[in-house]
């Protein structure tokens, strides 16, 4: 077990719950800090898991994962907007 192991188990057993924690309660725009919360701890999280086992090839993952991450803050804020 290496350094890199340790903080990605830190951030997927302490940062990961909190997020999903708050983007399971309170208002709306509480609920959209803590997606773009769980994104970030997710992709922090494959980031370190690529460095820790030393393989460049699953950095392709993470990659997605923050485009994927940001086009769905865009599709869930479009969803919260007020209707006109």
């Known amino acids: 077990m290496n350094a890199w ?5 830190a951030l997927v057993g302490i940062g990961l719950p909190v997020a999903i924690w708050i983007a399971a309660r309170g208002n709306a725009v509480d609920r959209l800090v803590g997606l773009e919360l769980t994104g970030v701890i997710g992709t922090l999280a494959l980031l370190a898991f690529s460095q820790a086992v030393k393989q ?10 923050v485009v994927l991450a940001f086009a769905g803050t865009l599709v869930y804020t479009r969803l919260l907007a007020p209707r006109s």
């Open 5 to 9: 192991l340790i903080g990605d188990l």
């Open 56 to 65: 460049p090839s699953y950095l392709i993952v993470p990659t997605v994962a």
